[in-house]
């Protein structure tokens, strides 16, 4: 019913910027918040960023200072801006979004395929 599509992932030398895009498609009659995490090679999946419908943002530590996250609304896409990458960055981010169909009808969230992104030293 609902999709999401990252892309703008690579393989970026250390200090680079990279730009992650997700775009929501399908029978979509609000987004509420939208959440990029990532999961490193043995590692859990954890929270990067999030943002409301309103703007409003939140930052893991680890990225405060070099992440950018931002939102277009008439397009249903969420963006995270990368900067200043570290090999500690690596991992698969995924797009999250808490998207709600239709009148009466409970939001719920869904995730995107992932896009890697890999920071070589």
């Known amino acids: 019913q609902v999709q999401l599509v990252e892309s703008g992932g690579g393989l970026v030398q250390a200090g680079g910027s990279l730009r992650l895009s997700c775009a929501a498609s399908g029978r979509i009659f609000i987004i509420n918040d939208m959440r990029w995490y990532r999961q490193a090679p043995g590692k859990q999946r954890e929270l990067v960023a999030g943002?409301?419908?309103?703007?409003?943002?939140n930052y893991a530590d680890s990225v405060k200072g070099r992440f950018t996250i931002s939102r277009d609304n008439a397009k249903n896409t969420v963006y995270l801006q990368v900067n200043s990458l570290i090999p500690e960055d690596t991992g698969v981010y995924y797009c999250?979004?808490?998207?709600?169909?239709?009148?009466?009808?409970?939001?719920?969230?869904?995730w995107g395929q992932g896009t890697q992104v890999t920071v070589s030293s």
């Open positions: 999250n979004a808490n998207v709600k169909i239709g009148v009466g009808i409970r939001a719920r969230d869904y």
């Open positions: 943002i409301t419908s309103g703007g409003s943002t």
